[in-house]
């Protein structure tokens, strides 16, 4: 009856308490990883300052709010934002604010701590994003000068489409426009390094060259209107078989870091919480939501990056089990650290919000533990 009853209510996007002596994903040791809450084809997090939490769908056009009223880890209080919107997968939090972006405009909840329960007619603050669904889920964060920062990805495997393939920054009350990247052919994750403030975000390279090329891309900002070479050059040294031809690879910036092909890194997010180790300050954490196309399946898994002067320098598996014997138990997208130091993964194939901490009083626990039983063994296809 439990079971039957968890299955109804996830089918309505809302919380399940799912059992948390579930087996399968692995992490160091001393790290645990529960459940913090169900909800259906979550994607991008926000974090209010009294911790709330916003998430962005895509499929299911749906934001949500949540919160974690007693302190156990989970998610006990759900409201649901909006429906009906088109791709409403960015989602940005400033100052009483909730920022939500579309596949073609970015609208403003203003004072949404307080209106959770009656949210506000929002304020549309920008129109003028491309209409096109193919890689029209917008990622949407605030820079640490508080501007608005939304990807826009080009609208094809390969294609030359003007307005597409760029990182725009803009004021938020979306005045004052500008292209801070350009040649970035889907990104859906940045975030920005916590001592220096340059920006880091991920990138998909494209299909169809097979299943080892082109790699896929971290990527690092130096200064506004670097160009990261699509579609002219992937991974920094496959050129395109179509447009390669036109331009030569060394004109662009190369990644920060090459990962491998249809790994499909989308959420990145630069440690700064205190409960982890200290080794993990400022690491860069990546959810690598996994390939869809390819022969053999890879990613499904958060990989932790160190960093120093700028670089990587080191690179490190640091949860994974979402793909066992090729089969799919969940796609991660996004990650969000909380104001504990937590840290949260949402995962879209699943329905789930991961917590992920760290036990200090047994740092011999046993690291493997595992999301939901029930979790459907069908392999996933969707597009990242």
């Known amino acids: 009856m439990i079971r039957y009853l968890c299955i109804v209510v996830a089918l309505y996007g809302t919380l399940c308490r799912a059992a948390d002596n579930t087996h399968g994903l692995s992490l160091p040791p001393g790290f645990r990883i529960t459940v913090f809450a169900r909800i259906a ?22 934001v949500h709010a949540l919160r974690d009223i007693d302190g156990d880890g989970r998610a006990d209080r759900h409201w649901v934002l909006a429906r009906g919107l088109q791709m409403p997968n960015g989602v940005a939090w400033h100052k009483g604010s909730l920022y939500v972006a579309e596949t073609h405009r970015i609208w403003r909840y203003d004072a949404i701590l307080k209106r959770l329960d009656k949210p506000p007619r929002p304020t549309l603050i920008y129109d003028r994003l491309p209409r096109w669904r193919h890689h029209g889920w917008r990622y949407l964060a605030v820079d640490p000068r508080g ?46 390094h916590p001592v220096n403030g340059r920006l880091w975000f991920s990138d998909n390279g494209r299909d169809w060259l097979g299943d080892d090329e082109p790699a896929d891309e971290i990527n690092r900002l130096d200064r506004p209107g670097q160009h990261f070479g699509f579609p002219w050059c992937h991974g920094g040294d496959t050129p395109d078989p179509q447009f390669g031809k036109q331009r030569h690879c060394r004109e662009f910036t ?16 630069f440690y700064t919480g205190r409960q982890f180790p200290r080794r993990y300050h400022n690491t860069l954490f990546v959810a690598q939501h996994g390939s869809w196309n390819r022969s053999i399946p890879v990613g499904y898994r958060i990989l932790a990056l160190t960093l120093h002067r700028g670089k990587v320098v080191g690179k490190q598996v640091f949860a994974s089990g979402w793909l066992r014997n090729d089969k799919i138990y969940g796609r991660p997208v996004d990650l969000l650290v909380m104001h504990d130091g937590s840290l949260l993964v949402s995962d879209d194939h699943a329905g789930l919000i991961y917590r992920i901490s760290y036990q200090r009083s047994n740092r011999a626990m046993d690291s493997t533990c595992a999301v939901c039983g029930n979790i459907s063994m069908t392999p996933a296809l969707s597009r990242r």
């Open 41 to 62: 084809d979550a994607r991008s997090l926000a974090l209010a300052s009294d911790g709330t939490v916003f998430v962005g769908t895509r499929r299911a056009g749906q």
């Open 147 to 192: 501007r608005l920062t939304v990807s826009v990805g080009a609208p094809c495997n390969v294609c030359r489409v003007p307005g597409t393939a760029l990182i725009l920054s803009m004021r938020r009350d979306g005045s004052d426009v500008r292209v801070i990247a350009r040649g970035v052919r889907n990104s859906v994750g940045f975030d920005w």
């Open 254 to 269: 190369p990644p920060a870091l090459r990962l491998q092909a249809h790994t499909a890194p989308l959420g990145v997010r």
